[in-house]
């Protein structure tokens, strides 16, 4: 083959790999060009300014509001020693930093095995009281606590305190409960 017809067959091929690339992209009538696309947008709401009133906190009986009186010299009786170390109304503030009520719980026991604590608050669960337990994980091995609560009522705790150290032999510590 001469150089001339080479040079022929190469323009050829050139030319129909073109015409292969350009021709569907300039007779293509799927693109109709730019299309008008209208968009609805929604008109600007109205937002009232009016001042926004705080949540009030909710309101207690009163017998629990209400600090008790002091009590005159000749009626007071001498406490048993279980409820010695018992805080006053003034120490036990009925809430917290963040107006939330304080409420207390008993613990009754830790124990290694969850099973032996299971065994207790399922005992006093029968016995009607509000038993349950916790799990703390982040000691080795992981102890399980039994409580009773938890209540706002302090005084009735130590009074379940000094029941179930007659009946069941359990020393037991009123603590601030934390959920």
Known sequence: MNDGL??????????VALAIVFIPIIFDENQTGPSNVELEIPK???ISMLPIERAKPPELDAKIVERPKAP???VVPALPKETVDTPSIDEAALFDNANMPVSW???LGTFKD??????LRDRLRKSGYKAYLKVDRTEKPNLSRVYIGPDLDHKRLSDIQVKLKKEI???GIIIRFLP
């Open 114 to 119: 969850q099973n032996n604590a299971e065994t």
């Open 6 to 15: 080479k040079q022929r067959v190469i323009g050829a091929i050139v030319l």
């Open 169 to 171: 032999k359990l020393d």
């Open 44 to 46: 600007k709401p109205k």
């Open 72 to 74: 005159t010299p000749e």
């Open 105 to 107: 719980t008993l613990q």
